[in-house]
Nanobody, 116 residues
Framework: QVQLVESGGGLVQTGGSLRLSCTASGLTFNQYTMAWFRQPPGKDREFVASHIHKDGSTYYADSVKGRFTISRDIAKNTVYLQMNKLKPEDAAVYYC?????????WGQGTQVTVSS
C-alpha cells in the first residue's frame, strides 16, 4: 500500500520560513517524480514545484521561484519543500504528489497559514 505522509505545516508570520516534508512508503521512491501542489481556500489546486526522478531537474511555479526549494533524500524516501519569505498568498493546504508513467499518488495534505 502506497502512502505519502506530509508534515511540517503550521502558522508562520509573513517573511518567515517553513520546511515541509513528505515521506513515501510502498513505492520505489527513485522511480517517481515528486511534486508539491497547494490549494488555497476557495481555489483550485495548483502546482508549486517538482523534482524529476530521471535527471534531478526541478521546476517551480512563477509565484514561488527564488523563495521555495524542492529537494529529495533518496535514503529517507523523503521530499522536502523549503519555503522562505512566506507571503499571505502562500497560505494553503500543501499536498505531496508522486507520479510516473504508470501511477499517481497524493498525500493527505498539510496546512500552511501565513499571518500578515
Amino acid at each position: 500500500q502506497v502512502q505519502l505522509v506530509e508534515s511540517g505545516g503550521g502558522l508562520v508570520q509573513t517573511g518567515g520560513s517553513l520546511r515541509l516534508s513528505c515521506t513515501a512508503s510502498g513505492l520505489t521512491f527513485n522511480q517517481y517524480t515528486m511534486a508539491w501542489f497547494r490549494q488555497p481556500p476557495g481555489k483550485d489546486r495548483e502546482f508549486v514545484a517538482s523534482h524529476i526522478h530521471k535527471d534531478g531537474s526541478t521546476y517551480y511555479a512563477d509565484s514561488v521561484k527564488g523563495r521555495f526549494t524542492i529537494s529529495r533524500d533518496i535514503a529517507k524516501n523523503t521530499v522536502y519543500l523549503q519555503m522562505n519569505k512566506l507571503k499571505p498568498e502562500d497560505a494553503a493546504v500543501y499536498y505531496c504528489n508522486a507520479i510516473n508513467t504508470y501511477d499517481h499518488y497524493w498525500g493527505q495534505g498539510t496546512q500552511v497559514t501565513v499571518s500578515s
